[in-house]
Structure formats: structure tokens, C-alpha cells
């Protein structure tokens, strides 16, 4: 148990038998009246995103949760095989919890893989991969119909928009929560 004086983001609590994680919270004392904390949780399992208020103090229970690392190793049909950095066990995960994640992972990359009671509830990647760009057209100087970036194709097959001068092969740094090219890896 924890008080709401407790909060921080990535803190996974367990409210009415589900897993919700903070993304933000606000400590919040108004000029009349008692103060409060204003909280934005994600639903671990489903991903659902909800706003929630409590009263400054109230006890919430907090979930274990054991953040391990990990090495992807391949994609195995519906299944990506995890292989614990420590133990070397290996661990199955689906497609579905996965999600996103898989526009990022190489083989072999290290990341982490929250666990609760042995059973996987996410992966988290680092802020930003390096991917190299394996397709991408020529991209003509002076064509801004697109406002200077095409399309190109990572080595992961996940496609992003990148300035028209970068070509096939250039290694790249992605931002892994929203897709956007960050620059060249020199």
C-alpha cells in the first residue's frame, strides 16, 4: 500500500483487481477546499487510457511489478521469443502484448519486459532505436509538394517519413513512442 503523496510515473497500481500504470499525476491544493492528485492511467492489459482523481492521501495498493532485461531473440509465428539476460530462460510473448514494439525490435536488441506475477504485461523499448533504411525513392531536389520528406522503409519493414537527402543504407535514429525520424547515425 501507498499513499497518493507516493505517485510517480511507470508506478503500476492495482485498482479494483486491474493493473493500471501513471503516466502523469498533479498534486493539486486549491485555494478552497482539500487538496487532491489529478492522475492519467493506462490499463497494463488493455492499453485503455483514463483520468482519475484522489483525494490528496488516500491509500492505493500498488502492484509488483518486476522490470527484467531482456534480449529479443526471433519472431517464432504468432510468438517473440524473450531470453532473460540473468538466467537465460527463455520466454514466449504474443503479437498482441508486443503491439507497436515490433516496428522497433532487431534481433539480438537488449529492452525490458515487465512481468506481475510471472506473467508478461508489457515490453518497454529505450526512447529511440538505430535502424537502417532498406528502400526509400531518389528524392528530387526542389520537390516540396511533400514538404521535404518521402516515405522509407527500415530494416524492421516499419515505414516512416524522412527528408528528402536521405538515400538506402543511411542508419537512422527513430523515436520508438511516435514513429518520427530524430537524424543520421554517423
Known amino acids: 500500500m501507498a499513499t497518493t503523496n507516493d505517485l510517480k510515473n511507470g508506478l503500476v497500481l492495482n485498482l479494483d483487481n486491474q493493473l493500471w500504470q501513471v503516466l502523469e499525476f498533479q498534486h493539486v491544493k486549491p485555494g478552497k477546499g482539500p487538496a487532491f492528485v489529478r492522475t492519467k492511467l493506462k490499463n497494463v492489459i488493455s492499453g485503455k487510457i483514463i483520468d482519475k482523481t484522489f483525494n490528496a492521501g488516500t491509500k492505493v495498493e500498488t502492484a509488483n511489478v518486476d522490470r527484467r ?22 520466454v514466449n510473448i504474443s503479437a498482441d502484448l508486443v503491439g507497436d514494439a515490433a516496428n522497433y525490435m532487431l534481433e539480438n536488441q537488449d529492452l525490458q519486459v515487465s512481468f506481475h506475477e510471472g506473467t508478461a504485461l508489457s515490453v518497454e523499448l529505450p526512447p529511440s532505436v538505430e535502424l537502417t533504411i532498406t528502400h526509400t525513392e531518389p528524392g528530387l531536389q526542389g520537390d516540396r509538394s511533400t514538404g521535404g520528406s518521402k ?23 527513430v523515436d520508438t513512442r511516435s514513429g518520427d525520424y530524430l ?3 554517423k
Open 69 to 90: 532485461d531482456m534480449q529479443y531473440l526471433y519472431h517464432d509465428g504468432t510468438d517473440y521469443v524473450f531470453m532473460d539476460a540473468k538466467d537465460y530462460d527463455q
Open 183 to 185: 537524424g543520421r547515425v
Open 151 to 173: 516515405p522509407a522503409t527500415l530494416e524492421t519493414g516499419y515505414e516512416i517519413q524522412v527528408p528528402l537527402f536521405l538515400e538506402e543504407g543511411t542508419k537512422v535514429k
